[in-house]
Nanobody, 124 residues
Framework: QVQLVESGGGLVQAEESLRLSCAFS????????MGWFRQVPGKERELVAA????????YYFDSVKGRFTISRDNAKNTVYLQMNSLKPEDTAIYYC?????????????????WGQGTQVTVSS
C-alpha cells in the first residue's frame, strides 16, 4: 500500500523560507504524478503545485508562482516543495498527493493517495 509522509512544516516569519518533503513508499514512485495541496479551515483544498511523473512539467497556483518550487527525486522517492518569501496567507495544512498518471491534475478527488499533512504557519 502506498504511503506518503510529509515533513518540514513549522512556524516562520513572513519572507522566510521552508522546504517541505514528502516521502513515498509502497509503490513505484516514478509511476505517479505528484501534487502539493493546502487547506485552511472552512475552505476547499487547493492545488499549490504539481509535477509530472518524470519531473519535466510543473504547475503552480498563481499566488505562489515565483515563490514556490516543486521538484522530485525519483531515486529517493521524494517530492519537495521549496517555499520562499512566505506570506501570512500561505498559512495552511499542506498535503502531498499521488496520482497514477503521467501528468498531474488540479482535481483533488482524482488523486489516489494522500499524506497526513504538515502545518505551515507564517506570522506577520
Amino acid at each position: 500500500q502506498v504511503q506518503l509522509v510529509e515533513s518540514g512544516g513549522g512556524l516562520v516569519q513572513a519572507e522566510e523560507s521552508l522546504r517541505l518533503s514528502c516521502a513515498f513508499s509502497g509503490g513505484t514512485f516514478s509511476n505517479y504524478a505528484m501534487g502539493w495541496f493546502r487547506q485552511v479551515p472552512g475552505k476547499e483544498r487547493e492545488l499549490v503545485a504539481a509535477i509530472s511523473r518524470n519531473g519535466i512539467k510543473t504547475y503552480y497556483f498563481d499566488s505562489v508562482k515565483g515563490r514556490f518550487t516543486i521538484s522530485r527525486d525519483n531515486a529517493k522517492n521524494t517530492v519537495y516543495l521549496q517555499m520562499n518569501s512566505l506570506k501570512p496567507e500561505d498559512t495552511a495544512i499542506y498535503y502531498c498527493a499521488a496520482v497514477l498518471t503521467f501528468l498531474p491534475t488540479r482535481v483533488a478527488e482524482r488523486y489516489d493517495y494522500w499524506g497526513q499533512g504538515t502545518q505551515v504557519t507564517v506570522s506577520s
